[in-house]
Nanobody, 121 residues
């Protein structure tokens, strides 16, 4: 089994900053792309950022220039630095990771439980 645990969510004012963390643990043979998604009330889950093991990252247009994803491969942790947050960034943020649990198994996408981010005065 593989577990992903997010932390760092909370209440932040517009224009403020927040840093999310997500650590993976369990039966991990190899790990590929890690990423962050979010889901606001009444909306579909959407990709926020993804980051490859090389460190190359992609971002949703709505967060480019404001959010930055990074990862620590040694600690199997992915981060999301959120700057200049907006009210529309309010959502539950989920991390995911493509993980192979053995040499012979293909990568499988695992999800965390989510952490709430609320942007409000």
């Amino acid at each position: 089994q593989v577990q992903l645990v997010e932390s760092g969510g909370g209440l932040v004012q517009p224009g403020g900053s927040l840093r999310l963390s997500c650590s993976a643990s369990g039966s991990i043979f190899s790990i590929g792309t890690m990423g962050w998604y979010r889901q606001a009330p009444g909306k579909e889950r959407e990709l926020v950022a993804s980051i490859m093991s090389s460190g190359a990252a992609n971002y949703a247009d709505s967060v480019k220039g404001r959010f930055a994803a990074s990862r620590d491969n040694g600690r199997i942790t992915v981060y999301l630095q959120m700057n200049n947050v907006k009210v529309e960034d309010t959502a539950v943020y989920y991390c995911n990771a493509d993980v192979a649990t053995t040499r012979s198994q293909p990568l499988y996408k695992y999800w965390g439980q989510g952490t709430q981010v609320t942007v409000s005065l």
